[in-house]
């Protein structure tokens, strides 16, 4: 295997995972803004009002927002295996 296609692998890997957590912390249905916070943390609302608009009401945010995040995830799986794919493979 050349150099730069493991360079390719570990650059789609780490774009996969990243891809993956931002489509993940992005989500208002099992991101961590659905989860109750302890007094003192970051205020994922905020962010999210910033990303991806007003967040009052929680249900139709998370209406809307799951088919974004299933493709969010499904392309972020995608890149991270084709990553897996090219790290694994061999030269003949």
Do not use: C, K, Q
Request: proline share 7%.
């Amino acid at each position: 295997m050349t150099r730069a296609t493991r360079r390719s692998g570990f650059v789609l890997v780490i774009l996969g995972v990243i891809g993956g957590l931002f489509f993940w912390l992005a989500d208002p249905r099992y991101g961590p803004a659905a989860h109750p916070r302890p007094h003192g943390s970051v205020d994922m609302r905020y962010w999210l009002h910033l990303l991806r608009g007003s967040p009052e009401n929680p249900v139709d945010a998370a209406n809307s927002g799951w088919l974004g995040t299933a493709v969010g995830l499904a392309g972020s799986v995608t890149v991270l295996g084709i990553g897996a794919w090219l790290l694994t493979r061999r030269t003949v």
